[in-house]
């Protein structure tokens, strides 16, 4: 499965934001359930005022609980996890 092209400029961007030390963790509240994120974001500045940009957050509890791996045996498929 090829990423799309609107996520890895994205990628790129947090790259260059990180290595000229324009990154920050924020708390923010996600916007559906009001629950506590932190988020990554790249920091600017606009007219004298910073701009956080946000990129993701990071995943809660164990984050190889929370994504399905893509499998090498098939380019369309995932790694199916554990069924409890």
């Known amino acids: 499965m ?3 092209n ?3 400029t994205n990628f790129d961007r947090l790259l260059r934001a ?3 030390g ?3 963790l924020m708390e ?3 916007a559906a359930s009001l629950e506590p994120r932190y988020v990554l974001c790249a920091v600017g500045r606009s007219d004298g005022e910073y701009v956080f940009t946000p990129f993701g957050h990071l995943a809660d509890g164990n984050p190889y609980d929370a994504y399905l791996s893509p499998d090498p ?3 369309a ?3 199916a996890g554990p069924t409890t």
Do not use: E, Q
Request: net charge negative; aromatic share 4%; proline share 10%.
């Open 22 to 24: 324009n990154l920050a």
């Open 28 to 30: 923010c509240l996600d």
């Open 73 to 75: 045996k098939d380019p």
């Open 2 to 4: 090829a990423i799309p």
């Open 6 to 8: 609107h996520a890895r």
């Open 18 to 20: 990180a290595s000229d």
């Open 77 to 79: 498929g995932f790694i």
